[in-house]
């Protein structure tokens, strides 16, 4: 059953709380909840992606908040199977007059939240799509959810996975079949790996596993122990201390911080850690990781290519297309091929999405 709405008003922050709240119950007790359940953990899952952001950008400490929407997307991603079978799930036989007040009664409810709510902008509040499955839901919206809301895209996704699958599947299994044995062979004769690096691998491929599940604290445990296998391993030393930064672990991460300062220097260090602050969601402390690289060393390319990716994450495209464009001026003043073309290439995709930006805007109510 879904949550009363409070009857006292709600500061954003309340109402951000509240919805992480009842939508991780209800995102670990989907199965069974029905259709309209799980239709509106996708318009409670919508909210907190607008309101996160906004409240961060005014100023909050929100840390513990963003720990738990990445957890609550794991949570999501985990039972996807799950919220879609509830979403194509058949309803009861109701009348047609019976149909219109549940309607209603959802407008009314939508209509009382955003009555108490100070900032009201973004949130569509469309009526729950009387169809079966996600797409009847996805088009049962006012406009197309973005890609970046992708649990509304989860049937899409999975059909995409499936085909690639296929695919990849039907191109490599002869290959493998004849290579497999023989290139196992040549490669320990000629070139031995060595089995720490092999471990070390597996370990933050088990940590990356974790993130994907939202589980901070295994990934956090799975490159420690990466760490311990190669302790002089700088991609893992700048994964780790940005999630304990992230975990608000503080002391860990500066002591590995000033490691990765001795060995690379302050600012590739920074444009470093602020590059895995875009992957684990903390957008702000990334953008604040890359202006430090910047004031550290202008001419670092790698600094405006991080810059450049936080804002991107923002959607605030035009001004990630300017910190590209000086990622690119620098890397061609000092012969970077490969950082030339990475800068050009997302200097190109983020140009692409400006007008239909600028459309949304205009269009917006």
């Not at 009861?92 to 108490?116: D, F, M, N, W, Y």
């Not at 930064?245 to 302050?266: D, H, M, T, V």
């Not at 050009?344 to 949304?360: C, D, E, G, M, N």
Request: glycine share 6%.
């Amino acid at each position: 059953m879904a949550r009363a709405i409070p009857t006292s008003p709600l500061t954003p922050a309340d109402e951000l709380r509240h919805l992480l709240d009842v939508s991780e119950k209800r995102a670990v007790n989907i199965n069974g909840a029905g259709p309209d359940a799980a239709a509106e953990l996708l318009q409670w899952l919508d909210r907190i992606t607008y309101l996160l952001p906004e409240l961060e950008a005014a100023g909050g400490d929100l840390r513990p908040e963003r720990g738990r929407w990445l957890t609550l997307q794991g949570s999501v991603r985990r039972h996807a199977k799950e919220l879609q079978a509830e979403l194509a799930a058949c309803r009861e036989k109701k009348t047609g007059t019976q149909l219109a007040q549940i309607l209603a009664a959802r407008r009314k409810k939508i209509s009382v939240l955003l009555h108490l709510l100070k900032n009201e902008t973004d949130f569509s509040g469309s009526p729950l799509a009387p169809g079966r499955g996600l797409a009847a839901y996805r088009q049962a919206q006012s406009s197309p959810p973005p890609a970046q809301q992708w649990w509304w895209w989860l049937d899409v996704h999975d059909r995409q996975q499936r085909h690639q699958t296929l695919r990849k599947l039907a191109r490599t299994v002869v290959i493998i079949v004849a290579l497999l044995w023989g290139g196992r062979l040549a490669l320990h004769k000629f070139f031995p790996i060595n089995p720490q690096i092999v471990r070390a691998m597996e370990l933050r491929t088990q940590g990356d596993r974790w993130l994907a599940d939202g589980s901070l604290p295994q990934a956090i445990a799975s490159y420690e122990a990466a760490l311990a296998v190669l302790p002089d391993d700088t991609g893992t030393q700048i994964w780790l201390a940005a999630m304990y930064s992230f975990n608000g672990q503080e002391a860990n991460a500066a002591a590995l911080r000033q490691a990765l300062i001795s060995e690379l220097g302050a600012s590739q260090t920074h444009a470093g850690l602020g590059q895995v602050l875009i992957q684990l969601g903390d957008v702000p402390s990334a953008v604040s990781a890359a202006k430090q690289a910047i004031a550290e060393d202008p001419q670092n390319p790698n600094a405006y290519l991080t810059l450049g990716g936080a804002y991107e994450a923002q959607g605030v495209y035009d001004q990630a297309a300017e910190q590209f464009e000086r990622a690119a001026t620098i890397a061609e003043q000092t012969n970077q091929a490969e950082l030339i073309a990475i800068a050009r290439v997302r200097q190109a995709l983020v140009l692409q999405r400006l007008p239909t930006q600028k459309s949304l805007q205009q269009n917006a109510p």
